[in-house]
């Protein structure tokens, strides 16, 4: 089980911007595909965006196209989701995950390994 640490969360107003950042463990990253979920105050989790192995492919939720993006440096170990133009409504816990064998379902359903969680918190 790959172990994996979120840092990067915090408070900003609307309209700014925030980069989450996810460290793994292990020799065996590039192996895994990577993906984000949230989860807002009183409601389900949430799928926000996913990455191949290689990075090359990548997909996101519409609520946060074009305005998130998800990347990953194998050399480093770790995948990044850079948030612009925030809203309020992107205020939630936001988890890392990983996947051993093809892309992580939207669901979640598949996800090998969790982060903690990071609270990433909007203000209007």
């Known amino acids: 089980q790959v172990q994996l640490v979120e840092s990067g969360g915090g408070l900003v107003q609307a309209g700014g911007s925030l980069r989450l950042s996810c460290a793994a463990s292990?020799?065996?990253?590039?192996?895994?595909?990577m993906g984000w979920f949230r989860q807002a105050p009183g409601k389900e989790r949430e799928f926000v965006a996913r990455?191949?192995?290689?990075?090359?492919?990548?997909y996101y939720a519409d609520s946060v196209k074009g305005r998130f993006t998800i990347s990953r440096d194998n050399a480093k170990n770790t995948v990044t989701l850079q948030m612009n133009s925030l809203k309020p409504e992107d205020t939630a816990v936001y988890y890392c995950?990983?996947?051993?064998?093809?892309?992580?379902?939207?669901?979640?359903?598949?996800?090998?390994?969790w982060g903690q969680g990071t609270q990433v918190t909007v203000s209007s």
């Open positions: 292990g020799r065996t990253f590039s192996r895994y595909t």
């Open positions: 995950a990983a996947n051993s064998d093809g892309y992580i379902s939207l669901a979640g359903a598949n996800v090998a390994s």
């Open positions: 990455i191949s192995q290689s990075g090359g492919s990548t």
